[in-house]
């Protein structure tokens, strides 16, 4: 029998499990959202990229609504794309993630890992208001270069993860690619043909709506007020800087300001009276009514200049930002101002719009940045457009005339570093206007940038300046009273150190040729009772750009304040003020004297009368002035005398505020201590000198700032040049160059050009250190001009203009600006010209005319309305035989240049009638302390506090170590200024601009 082994049961095999497909059937409607979005953003970003790119090769902008609306697409789509693509890469995940095929498993998650760099990119660039918001530059930056390189990264991955799969259908990519291609190539062409039209001329067109203000807008038509006006749009997302400039001088250019109001009226009361329209009186809209100005309200003759909007608008947030192009350098609003191009729902009714609109601006600014601030803005050219003014025929119905001018006065300062002539220069230059006028603060705001390390600031929009008085006149718009006081605290703040008074000598006897005892401190002499002295007062601009004052100078109120007291007695002042808040009319006033052509004060801001100045005491950058006082001892005076000169501030003055509000007027406008300066002399007979305490002023720096003063006031004088003379000899002591070269600018004043300037500039270019190379060979030229040395003028005067020195690169410095150097190259290249005769040296002959007129054009270019160098271009052309450019030169020159008959008939008349001002308009004034009006005046007839400032303001001024809780109370009456020898009835102011235009920082 056989026997069978038992077969062995089989082993249970386990079920299989259902194959789970990569992208089963809920992942593949997900899928293709996932592509239909991925392809319209492809067609989407090409267009985007493209006109970047087209933008970066070009250098123009191209981007307008069609490109938001396209970039709003983009933002819906990139949101609409995140969802299903979290989806879909969770679900391909969990359906792959064990996939045999560990490569494309790999792959597939580093295809998630760029998604989700992609769509985070995308957020943070997105700028979500409350949940994404990321300023920093560098972490934007990193974020955009991820969002456009991601995509492709992208691609690439889902290339090599498909090959895992089924076949990929390439056709489908390619032809989808062509479209997109094609698509965003034809969108980019049709953007191509209208770049944004920025830094180019308005057509002339516009002339008939607006002129003889000489703004201009980009089509030629109006521009909506409700465009221009609406600063609630800016304040949004620049709430800082919208509180700044709410209280800002800008914000209150208009009829809100209530002296600007009485004034305006006048005009265009008079040219509608005179003219039958109100044509002339645009010249006043263009800068400061600019919303009902080019909306086209301003001329109508109902306007309601009380109640209608656009007239408390002022210069608004949009008015400066939309500016496109400074048009020249003539100043008169010669601008081009665009409607600028808002973002989508930047006007709509619907909060949830404006939400929209807010987030597309804060998602893509660069074209808001583009539209709003262009480099225009931070140059002091744009400044000019408003802050240099001439008076046009169509206004004064007589011819043209220059009015304020911060721009020229800047330009020809050591500040800018482009004056030749200054005094004094800065370390470095300072490049525009913006850099003292709106200082960085500290700010959150969305613009808000790292200018200065890590700390985020803006620019300042209060602007602060000198004007105390507007912000507490207005009464059209609620001005909290401690936002009153905080303004008032950051002006006086401001100016603090601006200008620096200096009680600097004594001359025992009184008068102008007595023997000078300098400088006072730490020596000081002892006076005798009973005699009499002269006291030498020295005011200086230290931290200023233009000349101090400047705007509106004719009605800026600045004078010097000197008391003399013993005992505690007042034995002697000038500048004192009455009762009523008037200074007296015999103070020496740092101002304009404006007369009309009928001999009358300009005092009610009338620039429609404005003529000729009977006396012009404003003082350049880094220049000084000095103010002399006699002062007569009582002969049983026995105590010390106690001098305290004082440099006050008042936005305006009494004259013109009664023209505002009334003849009861009480002047209680702040007045600002600008500067003081006390010294406490002994007083006896036979008693020595006494020694205090020094003070905090170089001693070379006083001598020279004293003798630049006297040079200043010198004019025809020989004893003012003499004593500047004497004091620049004493600089030269003191080891300084500014001695020698100071004394060449005595001696050409003198016309002592032949030894003594020659000898001085020597001196002054071996000094160690030496003096300024510039201005060694700017009156090097001046002495070799006059000296008949005209070659080597014309070497001089070219060095200063073609000079690129090290030393001018690191600080900033361009004499090529300086339009007195090109007019003096270009006059002594036409007195060269002349000394080449004959038929054979005429090419020489016309080179040197050639270049002598290219030397004028590129003054012009700077200054198109300077009379010197069109006066020569019809000299120069004449000789050229170009007839028609020289009568057009010739007819210009006629246009600029001073009707100097008609002037001295005003300013004759003025002198008769005005006593005070007659007296104040002499060469040399000597203003008498003694005078018995001014010992009657009260003391202190009232003072004005400012209480210390709350909150932004307050922040701002105590983050600067600024803030102050004080105005100075003004003091009281006056004293009489005497005509002394040099200057009697009828002579003209001494000129004011000896080459001395200078600066230090």
């Known amino acids: 029998m056989s026997t069978t082994p038992a077969t062995p049961p089989r082993p249970a095999v386990p079920p299989r499990r259902k194959r789970r497909e990569a992208v089963g059937p809920r992942l593949k409607p997900v899928l293709a959202v996932v592509f239909g979005l991925f392809a319209l953003l492809s067609v989407n970003a090409v267009y985007l990229l493209g006109v970047r790119l087209l933008e970066a090769a070009s250098g123009a902008t191209y981007q307008n609504w069609f490109y938001l609306f396209m970039f709003l697409g983009h933002l819906v789509l990139g949101l609409a794309l995140v969802v299903p693509v979290l989806v879909f890469g969770a679900g391909h995940m969990r359906n792959t993630w064990n996939k045999p095929n560990r490569r494309a498993v790999k792959v597939g998650y580093a295809l998630f890992a760029v998604s989700l760099v992609l769509l985070v990119s995308g957020l943070v660039l997105t700028r979500i208001e409350g949940i994404v918001e990321v300023r920093a530059p560098a ?260 011819k043209w005339l220059r009015g304020q001018n911060h721009y020229d006065a800047f330009l020809l300062s050591g500040v800018s570093g482009h004056g030749v002539g200054s005094f004094y220069y800065p370390e470095t230059a300072q490049s525009n206007c913006n850099g003292c006028h709106m200082p960085l603060e500290e700010s959150d705001d969305f613009g808000a940038k790292r200018f200065d390390g890590d700390v985020l600031s803006v620019h300042n929009h209060l602007f602060p300046s000198a004007n105390t008085a507007v912000i507490g006149l207005v009464d059209v718009i609620d001005v909290p009273e401690e936002t009153v006081e905080a303004v008032i605290a950051e002006h006086v703040a401001f100016n603090d150190g601006v200008m620096r008074v200096d009680i600097f000598g004594l001359k025992p006897g009184g008068t102008i040729d007595d023997e000078l005892v300098a400088p006072l401190r730490p020596q000081l002499p002892a006076l005798e009772p009973g005699g009499s002295v002269l006291v030498e007062v020295v005011v200086r601009t230290v931290k200023m750009g233009h000349l101090f004052t400047q705007g509106t100078a004719d009605s800026n109120e600045i004078w010097l304040e000197l008391t003399a007291r013993s005992g505690g007695d007042v034995i002697g002042r000038s500048g004192g003020m009455g009762e ?78 009664r023209h505002v509000y009334g003849e009861g007027y009480r002047n209680e406008l702040p007045v600002m201590t600008l500067a003081t300066d006390r010294v406490e002399l002994p007083v006896g007979r036979g008693l020595a000198p006494i020694t205090v305490a020094d003070v905090d002023i170089p001693l070379w720096q006083r001598w020279n700032d004293y003798g630049i003063g006297l040079l200043r006031k010198g004019g025809g004088s020989v004893g003012e040049l003499r004593g500047a003379e004497e004091a620049f000899r004493e600089v030269e002591r003191l080891g300084r160059p500014d001695g020698p070269l100071n004394l060449a600018r005595v001696y050409l004043a003198q016309g002592t050009v032949q030894d003594e300037a020659i000898e001085a500039l020597q001196r002054a270019a071996a000094f160690d250190p030496p003096a300024p190379p510039w201005n060694v060979a700017w009156f090097t030229g001046l002495v070799n001009k006059q000296n008949g040395f005209l070659d080597e003028a014309i070497d001089n005067f070219r060095s200063i203009t073609t000079s690129s020195s090290a030393e001018l690169r690191r600080r900033g410095f361009d004499f090529s600006k300086d339009y007195r150097v090109l007019n003096e190259l270009g006059q002594t290249l036409f007195e060269r010209a002349k000394s080449e005769r004959g038929p054979g040296r005429a090419e020489r002959r016309r080179e040197l005319l050639e270049d002598s007129a290219s030397q004028f054009r590129a003054a012009l270019e700077i200054d198109p309305e300077n009379a010197t160098a069109h006066f020569n271009l019809d000299l120069v052309y004449r000789q050229l035989e170009q007839p028609e450019d020289a009568a057009r030169h010739r007819e210009l020159y006629a246009k600029y240049k001073l009707d100097d008959n008609a002037r001295d008939i005003a300013i004759a008349v003025a002198r008769r009638n005005d006593p005070a001002a007659d007296a104040a308009a002499n060469a040399i004034v000597v203003y008498q302390l003694n005078r018995e009006e001014s010992l009657g005046f009260t003391e202190d007839p009232f003072s004005l506090e400012v209480a210390r400032p709350t909150a932004t303001v307050a922040a701002r001024l105590e983050a600067k170590g600024a803030a102050t809780d004080q105005l100075a109370a003004a003091a009281e009456p006056a004293a009489m200024a005497t005509p002394v020898a040099g200057g009697g009835a009828g002579s003209p102011p001494a000129p004011r601009g000896l080459a001395g235009e200078g600066e230090q920082r």
Request: proline letters at 8%; a negative charge; glycine letters at 6%.
């Open 139 to 398: 972490v934007r930056s990193v974020s955009w270069w991820l969002h456009v390189l991601s995509p492709l990264a992208a691609a690439w991955l889902f290339v090599i993860h498909r090959l895992a799969g089924p076949r990929i259908r390439w056709n489908v990519g390619v032809r989808w690619a062509v479209v997109a291609a094609i698509l965003g190539g034809v969108m980019l062409v049709l953007q191509a043909q209208d770049p944004r039209r920025w830094n180019e001329v308005g057509p002339a067109s516009g002339e008939q709506y607006f002129f003889p203000s000489l703004a201009r807008t980009a089509t030629g038509n109006f521009i909506p007020a409700d465009v221009l006006g609406n600063t609630e749009y800016c304040q949004s997302c620049h709430p800082d800087v919208h509180d700044a400039w709410s209280s800002s001088v800008h914000r209150l250019s208009s009829f809100n300001n209530p002296p600007y109001l009485t004034s305006v009226r006048e005009t265009r009361e008079m040219a509608l009276a005179r003219d039958g329209s109100l044509q002339a009186s645009r010249w006043c809209a263009g800068c400061h009514d600019p919303v009902p100005f080019f909306s086209g309200r301003f001329d109508d003759p109902e306007f309601d200049d009380v109640s209608d909007p656009t007239a408390h608008a002022g210069i608004t947030c949009t008015v400066c930002h939309s500016i496109t192009h400074v048009n020249s350098p003539r100043g008169n609003a010669d601008y081009t101002i665009e409607e600028p191009q808002h973002y989508p729902f930047a006007f709509s009714d619907s909060a949830a719009l404006r939400w929209v609109n807010e987030q597309l601006v804060k998602s893509k600014p660069e074209l808001h940045r583009k539209t709003f601030l262009k480099p225009l803005h931070q140059s002091t050219e744009f400044c000019s457009t408003c802050h240099k003014v001439h008076l046009p025929e169509e206004l004064n119905g007589y």
């Open 580 to 657: 009523d808040g008037a200074v007296d009319p015999w103070s020496h006033f740092v101002n304009v004297y404006m007369l009309d052509r009928e001999g009358r004060r300009i005092d009610r801001r009338n620039a429609q009368d404005i003529f000729v100045p009977l006396y012009n005491n404003q003082i350049p950058p880094g220049a000084a002035d000095v103010v002399h006082y006699r002062l007569d001892l009582p002969p049983g005076l026995t105590g010390p005398l106690e001098l305290e000169a004082t440099l006050h501030y008042r936005k305006f003055d009494t004259t013109y505020m």
